[in-house]
């Protein structure tokens, strides 16, 4: 479970204070994925980072019951010099998991062939994002936190893999995905909510969120 409670988040542009949260309540529990629809600068990636714990509220409480992933796309936790193969074992001994699993297993989802041997800052910006998804799937997590959804590829076989093991991961966990895409949170989530000018708006179905969101856009 993630609850928020009265919780507010906001920053200085330069010109403006943009509110990302105003006072937001609201709880995810397991077993209820949810899909969180937002516009472009809406503060689509902060509301994940601040369930994840990479960023802090300005007030306000956030509770967690649950083990919580790394939000999709996250590379703070490893080291650009180092080789896939390197952080997968470092990554490993951090959640007290064998690095021999975790290595041989994100090394399969990926399919970097010789570029596992190779250092992260060496990789195009698609391979760092087929890294850091199969990461996110060799650690199982009770909530898995997704910025915009899977990360596109032009490999057919690691789209399959990594959607068919994302899939298999959601039949006993939950997933908390937000996107400024319907067409995204539809795959994953029943239950959506639409964050809108510091307001946190929480439905029963997607198709509810959606009136919402098309008549505000």
């Known amino acids: ?14 010109t403006r204070r943009k509110v990302i949260l105003d006072r937001a309540s609201f709880r995810v529990d397991l077993g209820n994925s949810l899909g969180i629809l937002a516009e472009n600068g809406a503060g689509k990636t ?5 369930m994840a714990g990479l960023e ?24 650009p010099k180092h080789t896939a193969k390197e952080n997968c074992r470092y ?8 690095p ?35 990461l996110l799937l060799s650690i199982e997590f009770d909530i898995y936190l997704i910025d915009e959804g899977m990360p596109s590829s032009s490999d057919a076989e690691f789209n399959r893999k990594a959607g068919n093991l994302l899939k298999e991961r959601l039949k006993n966990a939950t997933v ?26 929480q439905f029963e179905t997607l198709e509810e969120a959606k009136r919402l969101y098309d008549f505000e856009t």
């Open 100 to 134: 021999d699993y975790v290595e041989s297993f994100c090394r399969w989802v990926c399919g970097l062939g010789e570029y596992f041997e190779m250092p992260l800052n060496t990789y195009s910006s698609g391979m760092r994002a087929r890294f850091s998804f199969s």
């Open 56 to 79: 802090k509220p300005d007030e306000g409480t956030i509770r967690k019951t649950s083990r919580v992933s790394f939000p999709l796309g996250f590379m703070g936790g490893v080291n």
């Open 46 to 50: 902060t509301i994940i980072n601040m």
């Open 176 to 201: 908390i995905i937000v996107s400024h895409s319907p067409q995204t949170l539809q795959k994953f989530c029943r239950s959506a909510a639409v964050l809108k000018n510091g307001k946190l708006y």
């Open 1 to 14: 479970m993630i609850e928020f409670h009265e919780v507010s988040k906001s920053f200085w542009t330069g």
């Open 91 to 98: 990554i490993a001994k951090l959640y007290g998991l064998d």
